[in-house]
T-cell receptor, first 113, second 114 residues
Framework: RKEVEQDPGPFNVPEGATVAFNCTYS??????FFWYRQDCRKEPKLLMS???SGNEDGRFTAQLNRASQYISLLIRDSKLSDSATYLC??????????????FGAGTRLAVHP | DAGITQSPRHKVTETGTPVTLRCHQT?????MYWYRQDPGHGLRLIHY???????DKGEVSDGYSVSRSKTEDFLLTLESATSSQTSVYFC?????????????FGPGTRLTVL
């Protein structure tokens, strides 16, 4: 079982739609969680950190469910510019202070007019 | 903008040749990382550094070495490139602000080994 698993998609949605991605992680003691966005042939860029209480940034909402070991990302009112691959990232225990992150393979989102 | 540059941005080389990729940062971050990204895989950690001359292996370190003689530069070397090392290589820094674990990435180097 992979340490971080994501549905690769693609998720094809119309503009204005609400779309949600889930990501599961295998190590229940994982401590930090993030969503990154990656455009085609570009570097990953931090979208948001995921806190235990959940967090929201504009149209984006991230939630953490420790009991079920999954993280979710909800995008409301999708824009064409949201088309990208979304990477789920986990900081597992045992990496000490070195912050050795584990990346999912990504979920591709395509927003169409 | 985390002030990270990578060079070269693209490189084509032949099997068996040595290759060195450079990561340069301008903001004096202590932690630096090298990842590779391949289709169907998440980014995988090759090596990381927690200070000048302090480096350690990551998940996929075989065939790679690193050096960090200055805070701002982190070099990744393929001693004898193989076709399996064809990949996109990303360098990252850890911001560390407020104890944060967030990492920020350079623009990547696309390496092809023929």
């Amino acid at each position: 079982r992979k340490e971080v698993e994501q549905d690769p998609g693609p998720f094809n949605v119309p503009e204005g739609a609400t779309v949600a991605f889930n990501c599961t992680y295998s190590n229940s003691a994982s401590q930090s969680f993030f969503w990154y966005r990656q455009d085609c042939r570009k570097e990953p860029k931090l979208l948001m950190s995921v806190y235990s209480s959940g967090n929201e940034d504009g149209r984006f909402t991230a939630q953490l469910n420790r009991a079920s070991q999954y993280i979710s990302l909800l995008i409301r009112d999708s824009k064409l510019s949201d088309s990208a691959t979304y990477l789920c990232v986990v900081n597992p225990p045992g990496s000490g202070g070195y912050n050795k992150l584990i990346f999912g393979a990504g979920t591709r989102l395509a927003v169409h007019p | 903008d985390a002030g990270i540059t990578q060079s070269p941005r693209h490189k084509v080389t032949e099997t068996g040749t040595p290759v060195t990729l450079r990561c340069h940062q301008t903001e004096n971050h202590r932690y630096m990382y090298w990842y590779r990204q391949d289709p169907g895989h998440g980014l995988r950690l090759i090596h990381y550094s927690y200070g000048v001359k302090d480096t350690d292996k990551g998940e996929v370190s075989d065939g790679y070495s690193v050096s960090r003689s200055k805070t701002e530069d982190f070099l990744l070397t393929l001693e004898s490139a193989t076709s399996s090392q064809t990949s996109v290589y990303f360098c990252a820094i850890r911001s560390g602000q407020g104890g944060s674990n967030e990492q920020f990435f350079g623009p990547g180097t696309r390496l092809t080994v023929l």
